[in-house]
């Protein structure tokens, strides 16, 4: 499976922004999916993953309420919907897929990266 994230760039706090990642591979309904965040200096951190039926999503509590995270899996698409950012979401921002049905909070949990996409969040 391949990912590529994109859609990352300088907004100011308070704004949106929409990432999204493309599989190819790989049968993308097969696939639970998350995104991650990275920060400088910082280890990778959960940011939310959505089930291979799109029905249950779970987001870390430091952006639940502000981001939301779909998918459309006929374009093989993992959508972040990101509002109400602030300075503490500027990091590089990762998808990752499994084929397990669980749906991780670790990193480990998943086989397959994307390469990332820096959001930042700055006036």
């Known amino acids: 499976v391949q990912l590529q994230a994109s859609g990352g760039g300088l907004v100011s706090p308070g704004g949106s922004l929409r990432l999204s990642c493309a599989a190819t591979?790989?049968?993308?309904?097969?696939?639970?999916a998350g995104w991650f965040r990275q920060a400088p200096g910082k280890e990778r951190e959960f940011v939310g993953v959505i089930s291979k039926n799109g029905v249950t999503t779970v987001y870390a509590d430091s952006v639940k309420g502000r981001f939301t995270i779909s998918r459309d899996d006929a374009k093989n698409l993992l959508i972040l919907q990101m509002n109400s950012l602030k300075p503490t979401d500027t990091a590089k921002y990762f998808c990752a897929a499994t084929h397990r049905n669980s749906a991780s909070r670790t990193t480990s949990g998943y086989e397959w990266w994307g390469k990332g996409t820096l959001v930042t969040v700055s006036s």
């Open positions: 591979g790989r049968t993308f309904s097969d696939l639970t």
